[in-house]
């Protein structure tokens, strides 16, 4: 048994275990004993070389496929993660690497025609353009930067490319007269990323298109006379700090919104094209070039709120939306080869898949007729070839490609192939009603091998971030902060549950936490704990729980309000709302959420911070946190840490140099894992426990 604080009681009251529990487990006895067909063991080492895979590109033609490939490099010492360009041609077997090893490589661009792939070259002073022909495998440098170049993109007639530079902000107030010291002054500009044409011959000096205000995703019309762009208003404010309504009210702004405009590549001159109170993002052109399709997300509460595709004249004029999908939360992949409907990418539950909208305004149609997750999935120009990363539990994720109609997936890479031979459980969907009757749906992994005569296994819980983020049957395997096949491996069970706030379920779910951090969301973990220790799936005495982010805040709320864990985890996270809603980069991101901003509503973001529980806390807590971290500040951590160590509480806190909210890494990486892997085996201790696993010195703190 386990004793619960009721400390918010409007969630904690009435918890009946009867009735509560549906779950989908009847694959659970075979994953627990099919754990693939193989012997290797899953060890951290395994996990920093298997590949992470992105940014797929298809030719016009099908025939080739670029992608990008991260990995830990060998060495797995100090260093960003390493990333190459990959290029597979379907008539001579798997994809190869093109770009050097420890030369950091990505955004793959085939020209029209492909014989050509541009591509960037990252130094450590500059980005540089380099254009591979494709035949000769001859790479040349076309461009060295002198900014920051973000993205590119070959005109359709392949005589120029596209690129988008970030350049630095021009400011006086850096430097005051008379002084030598230079110093960052907020809020007097941060600078825009502008448009640029390069030619492909002569000196390649790229011509500005747009200057004077941001440019992100853009593409080409198809006769290469304008390209469309996603822009912010450039007299809007910096960070997302104010907004002034049409009726002069102030109101919350998304940091994130953006319009849609277009400029003519011969003259410069630059129109709005669609420019509401909305988010517009991600245009492109139909094969006509008649029809922009744009992603429309309402506002205020980007992070959050539905979105749709909207289709609006190339020249101007009314735009209208598509159908809505499933999830409301469509990323646009671009237009069918005969105009007549779009293809997106959606989360779906625990999996993410592909519908076609039509243009027509009829509902969605399914596209990935597979079991499995598209993690990744792009368009090739023309909307002939699908390029896939398909995953799934036990399934290492590689790069497919198939036609949208038959939708047969064929595997054009193999940089994962040696993982075959690592067994892994499969994970498995449940599902349960939690105290309200929602029915709430998460993930169960068994253990690779279950510990003889010890009963339901341990359970380690992971929590994802966000919160409008979802658990899915991605690869036990890939790289994370969590090393979850190792903790299968050893003997526990895994358990992550999409609580409400969640994405994949649609807009009213993911809207359900919005002024409820702690509420619903808190209800949701404990009934789905509830229902896997009804079934016999759990042992209710050796529990614990993780997550970074916002999953971080779900954890650091949960031990304040329960003992049920023996051991908690806490990355990256939010322990005190009223100190990280004026200190992170999303200025607007607590005041969406929670309604309003710490001056205004200073009692209730406290009553909904963990810190405000923390003499309640008795759970050994470990904090992973990135010095450096914009998003969530270190003294997140700090803050609750000091508050545990005070009371003498076991906590470590782990400070990761380098490092902003993601820690990248390789070292710092296998620290996270290791780390982790160290502190649940130590206050959840299983049979078997390999003696290469490092131990990790806990006792109380010395406050002396």
């Not at 993002?281 to 997300?297: E, I, Q, R």
């Not at 979105?307 to 598509?322: C, K, Q, S, Y």
């Not at 993780?546 to 709320?557: E, K, V």
Request: hydrophobic share 40%; net charge negative.
């Amino acid at each position: 048994m386990f004793t619960e604080r009721s400390i918010v009681p409007h969630f904690a009251a009435n918890r009946l275990l009867a009735g509560l529990l549906v779950l989908v487990l009847s694959l659970t006895t075979a994953a627990a004993n099919s754990a693939a067909a193989t012997d290797k063991p899953f060890g951290i080492d395994a996990m920093l070389r298997v590949a992470m895979l992105d940014d797929i590109r298809i030719s016009t033609d099908g025939r080739l496929t670029a992608f990008v490939v991260t990995r830990a490099m060998p060495d797995g010492g100090e260093g960003e993660l390493s990333s190459r360009i990959y290029l597979a041609d379907k008539t001579k077997g798997p994809a190869k690497p093109v770009t050097p090893e420890k030369t950091v490589c990505d955004k793959p661009r085939f020209s029209p025609d492909g014989s050509k792939l541009a591509y960037l070259a990252q130094n450590e002073d500059a980005t540089d353009v380099y254009l591979l022909q494709i035949a000769t495998g001859q790479a040349r440098r076309l461009l060295r930067g002198r900014d920051e170049i973000l993205d590119l993109a070959f005109s359709p007639d392949g005589k120029s490319l596209a690129l988008t530079m970030a350049t630095a902000a021009k400011t006086t107030e850096a430097r005051q007269p008379g002084c030598d010291a230079e110093v960052e002054v907020l809020d007097t500009g941060s600078g825009v990323s502008s448009l640029y044409l390069a030619p492909l011959v002569g000196a390649a000096t790229p011509r500005p298109l747009v200057m004077d205000r941001d440019v992100a995703a853009f593409a080409f019309s198809p006769d290469g006379r304008f390209i469309v762009f996603e822009t912010t208003d450039p007299a809007a404010a910096p960070r997302g700090r104010h907004h002034v309504t049409p009726s002069g009210d102030p109101s919350p702004r998304d940091a994130t919104h953006a319009d849609i405009a277009v400029v003519a590549v011969a003259k410069g001159t630059v129109r709005l094209l669609a420019a509401t109170e909305a988010s517009e993002n991600a245009p492109c052109f139909s094969p006509d070039g008649s029809l922009v399709a744009y992603v429309a997300t309402a506002a205020p509460g980007f992070y959050f709120t539905a979105a749709r595709i909207m289709v609006t004249p190339a020249a101007g004029g009314t735009a209208r939306p598509l159908a809505q999908t499933p999830d409301a939360r469509p990323e646009l992949l671009g237009w069918s080869a005969d105009g007549q409907s779009l293809y997106v990418r959606e989360a779906a539950g625990v999996s993410s898949v592909i519908y076609a909208v039509p243009l027509d305004g009829t509902p969605p149609r399914p596209v990935s007729d597979t079991p499995h997750v598209v993690a990744r999935a792009a368009l090739s120009p023309g909307g002939k070839c699908l390029g896939l990363v398909l995953t799934d539990s036990d399934l290492p994720p590689e790069v497919y490609v198939t036609a949208p109609s038959p939708f047969v997936p064929k595997p054009v890479s193999s940089v994962n192939q040696e993982f075959a031979a690592y067994r892994t459980a499969k994970s498995v969907a449940v599902r349960w009603q939690s105290t309200d009757n929602t029915t709430i749906e998460g993930l169960y992994t068994p253990p690779v091998v279950a510990v003889a005569g010890q009963g339901p296994p341990p359970l380690l819980i992971e929590l994802h971030g966000g919160p409008a983020q979802a658990s899915q049957r991605l690869y036990l395997g890939s790289l994370n902060s969590y090393p979850l096949a190792v903790f299968s491996e050893r003997g526990y069970a895994i358990f992550q549950p999409n609580v409400r706030g969640s994405d994949g379920y649609g807009p009213q779910f993911r809207q359900a936490l919005v002024g409820d951090w702690g509420g619903q969301d808190f209800a949701d973990l404990q009934t789905g704990i509830d229902a896997l220790v009804a079934r016999g799936l759990a042992d209710p005495n050796r529990v614990g729980l993780m997550g970074w982010s916002y999953g971080g805040y779900l954890t650091a709320w949960a031990i304040g309000h329960t003992d049920r864990f023996a051991a908690a985890s806490i990355g990256g996270g939010i322990t005190n709302l009223t100190s990280l809603c004026g200190s992170m980069d999303l200025p607007d991101f607590i005041p969406l959420y929670l309604g309003g901003e710490a001056y205004e509503r200073f009692d209730f973001l406290f009553d909904r911070s963990p810190l405000k529980y923390a003499a309640a806390i008795k759970t050994p807590t470990l904090f992973q946190h990135g010095v450096s971290d914009e998003r969530v500040p270190f003294t997140q951590a700090l803050e609750l840490y000091t508050a545990l160590a005070r009371r003498g509480v076991v906590t470590r806190l782990a400070a990761y140099p380098r490092s902003g909210h993601d820690i990248a890494e390789p070292g710092l990486i296998r620290d996270l894992m290791v780390r982790n892997l160290a502190w649940f085996t130590k206050f959840i201790p299983i049979g078997g426990l390999s003696a290469s696993v490092p131990p990790l010195p806990v006792s109380p703190p010395d406050n002396g």
